[in-house]
């Protein structure tokens, strides 16, 4: 269910049995970062077999303290994308989302949520495309970034839970789990990038209350996403070689597992064409990572139903 006035979706599967139901919960706001909202538009919290998996980062150590102000408010410490460390715009009503093209049958559900005013001085696009695929149990997110002319930022894709990360570096995945519940996830990027793992806060809180817990921190950065090699042609006017690319699409796969579950493998696959693509039992998962024609960003196949998302929704 979204609700459009407020910037809120949620999506769950069996809220009448915690064992088996996944919750994703899903911001995008048209009343910006201002009040108790924080730069946080594009955000999205996750539960699984009635754990948190994925949350909000940092603690309420008091109304703009350090921690508060520099952390907890800052994009940084949420699930969404920075721009070479830059947040969205903090404390601004000008700082607005809004959840569109909003879609469900049996097989998949789909949103999107546009950020573009949160990030209007780095970016001229900052979206999000989630997909559910019910039967493999698996979101794919898509962040849709279009840089700003004469700004270069670097993509960073962050998120937090309650318990570390493991990473397999060259296999683009990572892993973790509280309980029984577990999320695997594969970044769709073949081209150089890196994990960045940590824990704690930057800046900590100021004091420090005994039921607060640490927490963890996974980032990818895809470091070759905004340049792009010119030919010999291109060369006489731009000397370095290379150009910064207008925009960049990223997938995430992130397949759940309840407890007492198990599930199908994940697997990774460069086109011929470049596109990226992740398959789970029946379904396929692709991202165009620089944009297809009539503003295709990706795909996504179960069974025999076949579906394009991008500008026009899905």
Not at 37 to 55: C, K, P, Q, T, Y
Not at 114 to 142: N, P, T
Not at 166 to 174: L, P
Not at 283 to 293: K, L, N, S
Request: aromatic share 10%.
């Amino acid at each position: 269910h979204v609700f459009n006035d407020v910037g809120w979706a949620a999506i769950r599967t069996a809220p009448e049995d915690r064992d088996k139901d996944i919750a994703f919960i899903f911001r995008s706001s048209p009343y910006g970062s201002i009040s108790h909202s924080h730069a946080n538009n594009n955000d999205f919290i996750l539960h699984v077999g009635g754990r948190a998996m994925a949350m909000p980062a940092g603690y309420y150590a008091g109304y703009a303290s350090s921690h508060h102000g520099h952390y907890v408010w800052h994009t940084k410490s949420h699930n969404c994308v920075t721009l070479s460390d830059a947040p969205q715009l903090m404390r601004s009503p000008e700082s607005t989302g809004a959840i569109v093209n909003a879609y469900e049958d049996d097989a998949i559900t789909y949103m999107c949520g546009v950020a573009d005013a949160s990030y209007a001085d780095r970016a001229e696009r900052c979206r999000r495309h989630v997909i559910y695929a019910k039967r493999a149990g698996s979101f794919l997110l898509v962040d849709e970034f279009a840089g700003k002319p004469g700004v270069l930022s670097s993509l960073q894709w962050n998120l937090h839970s309650w318990e570390p990360f493991a990473v397999e570096d060259r296999e683009r995945t990572f892993r973790w789990s509280r309980g029984e519940s577990a999320v695997t996830g594969v970044v769709m990027c073949h081209p150089e990038g890196f994990f960045s793992l940590s824990e704690g806060w930057d800046p900590p809180p100021m004091k420090w209350n005994d039921e607060w817990r640490n927490q963890y921190h996974l980032r990818f950065t895809p470091t070759l996403l905004q340049h792009q090699a010119l030919d010999a042609e291109s060369r006489a006017q731009h000397p370095s070689g290379f150009i910064s690319l207008p925009r960049r699409n990223l997938g995430v796969v992130l397949q759940t597992q309840l407890p007492g579950q198990s599930v199908d493998p994940l697997e990774r696959l460069l086109e011929e064409d470049g596109r990226e693509t992740v398959s789970v039992g029946d379904t396929r998962f692709v991202v165009m990572p620089t944009g297809g024609a009539a503003g295709v960003v990706g795909e996504v196949s179960v069974g025999g139903a076949y579906y394009q998302f991008g500008d026009a929704g899905l």
